[in-house]
């Protein structure tokens, strides 16, 4: 069974205006609310691609309940932990270009953490966990660490999509997959990679401190991955980039149903490739007959 976690999910407001002026009454052209949160969005799209996942984290709320009303009519599992304060609710305002307001979302106690302790404790060694996405400032920065040590008593394959320190802290327990975008790769080694050349070594480094496999993307300059027996490089497919929320966990989600299906590792980075794409080519998360329709055009050679 695949489970996603996330920890901090959201309600994404995502309204659209001619043009933004402070001060000034603004009027949208078209309003949209979406479940959201980095393991809630690989779960979606798992769900797009015919993978069955269940989705875990906490909510709260009348914010927190629409979220889990929205996932189930989308026939996706959930089994939320439950906590006091509203899930909170964060705006993407777009008038030509993209701005966000991230709220910071409830408090988590003591009794929250070891209820989503006692869930990770269940896992088989026949289970995916992802791992994605900011930690609520109530929760230990720990907390990944502590979660990712549970995976491997229990024989439990993790991934893991998180930044800086957090994501170096969970290296040595092997994740399968992560997944680093140029910028993040960078931030990680305080260097700036702009390019698959430059990437490549940092990569590199990433398998041996422990990642079985490490996909980093680079916008329109495509994406490479990276683990001990192979080092691969694709070309993205063309198309105009209409929305960059969701492109990454899409990534994730790619390569995980077609990991699933083909344990071949060239044929998981195709999907996950185009999976990205479609996202980003998209208004919302990708759809299955749109990845497919990139398929052909994701160019992946050996380097």
């Known amino acids: 069974m695949i489970y996603t976690l996330t920890l901090n999910p959201s309600i994404d407001y995502v309204v659209r205006l001619e043009g933004f002026q402070l001060g000034e009454l603004n009027r949208t052209i078209s309003e949209e609310k979406f479940p959201g949160g980095k393991g809630i969005n690989v779960s979606r799209v798992l769900n797009q691609l015919g993978m069955k996942s269940k989705a875990l984290g906490y909510i709260g709320g009348f914010t927190g309940a629409y979220i889990e009303q929205y996932l189930q009519k989308e026939r996706i599992a959930t089994d939320f932990v439950k906590v006091k304060e509203d899930t909170r609710i964060n705006i993407k305002l777009k008038t030509g270009q993209e ?3 991230n709220a910071k979302g409830p408090s ?3 009794h929250d953490l070891q209820l989503l302790m006692d869930q990770i404790r269940k896992l088989k060694g026949e289970d995916l966990i992802v791992l994605a996405g900011s930690i609520p400032a109530t929760l230990p920065e720990t907390i990944y660490e502590e979660l990712v040590k549970i995976c491997s008593e229990k024989g439990a394959r993790f991934v893991v999509d998180a930044e800086g320190t957090l994501l170096k802290k969970i290296l040595p327990y092997q994740p399968l997959l992560i997944k680093p975008n140029h910028h993040e790769l960078g931030d990680l080694f ?3 990679v702009s390019s698959p050349e430059e990437a490549i ?3 590199k480094k990433l398998v041996q401190m422990g990642a079985k496999n490490v996909i980093v993307s680079l916008a329109a300059k495509g994406a490479i991955l990276i683990n001990e027996n192979m080092s ?3 070309e993205v497919p063309k198309g105009m980039v209409k929305n960059s929320v969701g492109a ?3 990534m994730v989600a ?3 149903a077609a990991y699933d299906r083909t344990s071949n590792i060239k044929e998981a980075f195709r999907y996950s490739v185009a999976s990205g794409s479609a996202t980003a080519f998209s ?3 990708c759809s299955k007959d749109m990845v497919e329709e990139l398929l052909p055009h994701v160019q992946i050679r050996e380097i």
């Open 99 to 101: 701005s966000e307001i």
């Open 108 to 110: 988590i106690t003591e």
């Open 190 to 192: 305080h260097v700036t």
């Open 201 to 203: 070594p940092y990569a």
């Open 232 to 234: 691969l490089r694709a």
């Open 248 to 250: 990454g966990d899409s």
């Open 254 to 256: 790619g390569f995980l």
């Open 283 to 285: 208004m919302g998360l």
